[in-house]
């Protein structure tokens, strides 16, 4: 079998999630081509998908030595170099990757999202304005602008961003997060008797706070800290106090603290502790139980389990609550004995 055919074959496996399998393959077609960029650049895709960010950083750079024209080939080196947290470096490859291909919306896009974790927020708006001018129907480059101007304090342009992403995507997450985020802060408007979101901001610096708790960050993310005392202290007193409240201080969180999606961190910790067993409470639609191996004996336990795949042999779910799974069911023996290597608890148990 010629390299090019190994490396159709290894693709499909990696597309079904068989990533020992195509890593091997992957292997094989370097053998036979040892020159061959691409397999080194899907090798590191699949060790993406593993978790091994260093694998994957090594074997990226690898294929740039064989070819250094491809956008591709910096691009997908730049993503890993931000994933593994050396966003300087990755800054310089996708800056590189825009540079041979100056048309196309993605690298702009990836682009922004490392400067905004670098806090270059007015440079990271640029790229995303960019790539929205090269795709116009990507959701992701508006909710950029939106997270960006809302750490701007900017919430009118933040509003009008979002908006233009729901249109796009309404039943997008963060969006929807959002969205949760910006009717608490307009009935906070109505409550607190102040003219709509322009002014709230001027709002919140007239508020009292004596408590010296925002000085380790920035102008902005201070005011939107004092915003969620002013929330809780009238929620107190009015009828603000709603379901949304967590999607408030979600959002929050997120603009102060940003970093990884919980998945990747996820993804990260089984390829690094390789458990043999695995048990996750809130399974839902099992984004996060299909990350364990097949070789790990797993168990999902949710009331109302929602997975459109089908799971492997060594895996099993319980459509029942927790406190009726340790109540009915022994869960050393459903794991055959062996202890619990690695439990992830998804919510509210």
């Not at 007015?122 to 939106?146: F, P, R, T, V, W």
């Not at 796009?168 to 608490?184: C, M, R, S």
Request: net charge neutral.
């Amino acid at each position: 079998m010629s390299a090019g055919q190994l490396l159709k074959q290894a693709n499909q496996l990696k597309r079904a999630g068989r990533l020992d399998e195509a890593i091997a393959l992957y292997h094989q077609v370097i053998e036979i081509n040892p020159n061959f960029a691409w397999a080194y650049n899907n090798l590191g895709d699949a060790f993406i998908k593993q978790g091994n960010i260093d694998n994957a950083v090594a074997f990226y750079c690898q294929s740039l030595k064989n070819n250094s024209n491809s956008a591709w080939l910096y691009y997908s080196l730049g993503e890993a170099l931000a994933k593994q947290g050396d966003l300087e470096t990755a800054i310089k490859y996708l800056q590189k990757a825009i540079e041979i291909k100056p048309n196309f919306y993605k690298f702009y896009s990836s682009l922004g999202q490392v400067l905004t974790l670098l806090g270059n927020f007015d440079e990271a708006i640029a790229n995303y304005q960019k790539s929205i001018e090269l795709n116009s129907e990507i959701a992701h480059s508006y909710l950029g602008c939106c997270l960006l101007y809302m750490c701007k304090g900017e919430f009118s342009q933040a509003q009008d961003y979002l908006q233009l992403a729901i249109k796009i995507y309404p039943e997008n997450a963060t969006a929807k997060l959002y969205g949760g985020f910006f009717q608490i802060l307009e009935k906070l408007a109505v409550n607190l008797k102040f003219d709509g979101l322009k002014n709230i901001f001027s709002f919140i610096d007239e508020f009292d706070d004596n408590q010296q708790i925002y000085k380790n960050y920035n102008q902005n993310f201070s005011k939107l800290l004092k915003l969620v005392k002013i929330y809780e202290q009238s929620s107190a007193k009015t009828n603000l106090m709603m379901p949304k409240l967590d999607k408030f201080h979600h959002c929050i969180t997120e603009v102060i603290l940003p970093g990884v999606n919980y998945l990747e961190i996820l993804r990260n910790l089984h390829f690094l502790l390789q458990p043999i067993t695995y048990v996750e409470i809130g399974v839902q639609r099992g984004e996060s139980f299909k990350l364990a191996s097949s070789l790990t004996t797993s168990i999902g336990i949710d009331p109302k389990p929602q997975l459109p795949y089908q799971i492997p042999s060594s895996s099993k779910i319980f459509a029942v609550t927790s406190d009726e799974f340790f109540q009915s069911y022994n869960i050393l023996t459903e794991l055959k004995g062996h202890k619990i290597d690695f439990a992830f608890v998804d919510g509210l148990h």
